[in-house]
């Protein structure tokens, strides 16, 4: 296990943040506690064991896997975090919005994999600089249970050109994949640990491989945004204030929820997840559960 970066007052040095923008990621780096990751797994679990029978109107996987943080409060509670705005201002600056959050899970023995892929693609923000992804590990994330590989550097590229699988085994929305060949030999194994996260810039070249562990590889990942970032495809884009102001008007606004799965949160969350799918799946030839 790497020992976390030091936080100087819980916030990067200006050679981590230097370290970041040269590379399009910086790991590990402190999140949460290790007591609190164990907790929010705990209480994920729970809200699965619940309602994974309930007569939600999407499948719960969905609800995981596309903006938890509208109808679960224990995700936006993750997302606003104090600890971890302290490190993401580092990078964005003291104006910070959070753009989606989602639980991504590897089940043990199975075969899902995250193909080589830049975030921003089918995102419709173009080739920015102002969005960062915090991976915070809820399980460890190992090469054994398919932790993330980045490429270093590779955020200094445009958009690339990508192809989509819809490959059932393949975890993204569209089973896109970058339409370069990417080494192993530059490939950088993301390991970390409960309450360790990984910051990673929206063109790095990621992806993972398959979980081969007896347990399951269990993250929480949150997109946070500047608020001068807009919205080039849709007509309308949504994010949920975290910290300092928004004078920019880009993004609709969005309260955390205040109980899990709650009606007006649900309304809210299918308002958004239609006009996401609208963005996301622009010129897809397959469908995905998860935008319809």
């Not at 970032?229 to 969005?254: C, E, K, L, Y």
Request: proline residues 7%.
């Amino acid at each position: 296990m790497l020992p976390s970066h030091p936080l100087t007052h819980g916030r990067l040095s200006s050679e981590q943040c230097d370290r970041y923008w040269r590379d399009g990621f910086l790991f590990p780096v402190p999140g949460l506690s290790e007591d609190d990751a164990t907790k929010a797994r705990r209480e994920l679990e729970q809200i699965e064991a619940t309602w994974r029978t309930a007569d939600l109107p999407q499948p719960l996987n969905t609800y995981k896997r596309i903006n938890a943080h509208l109808v679960l409060p224990m995700a936006a509670n993750i997302a606003l975090d104090p600890r971890i705005l302290d490190v993401i201002e580092g990078i964005l600056g003291p104006d910070i919005l959070v753009y989606s959050t989602e639980f991504f899970i590897k089940e043990p023995r199975t075969k899902h994999i995250v193909s080589m892929h830049q975030d921003l693609t089918y995102w419709g923000l173009g080739a920015i600089d102002g969005l960062v992804t915090a991976w915070i590990a809820l399980s460890p994330a190992t090469p054994t249970s398919g932790c993330m590989d980045f490429v270093a550097g590779s955020h200094k590229n445009a958009i690339l050109p990508h192809e989509d699988s819809f490959d059932p085994n393949n975890l993204l929305s569209r089973g896109q994949e970058v339409k370069v060949d990417v080494s192993e030999t530059d490939k950088t194994a993301i390991e970390i640990h409960p309450g360790q996260m990984s910051l990673h810039h929206g063109l790095t070249i990621h992806g993972s491989g398959p979980n081969t562990s007896d347990d399951r590889r269990i993250a929480c990942v949150v997109r946070y945004v500047r608020p001068d970032i807009a919205q080039q495809v849709g007509t309308t884009d949504f994010a949920m204030p975290a910290r300092g102001t928004d004078s920019f008007g880009n993004f609709t606004h969005v309260p955390a929820p205040t109980s899990d799965f709650a009606p007006d949160a649900l309304a809210l969350y299918e308002e958004i997840r239609t006009a996401q799918s609208a963005i996301m799946m622009k010129g897809a030839a397959g469908k995905t559960e998860m935008y319809s």
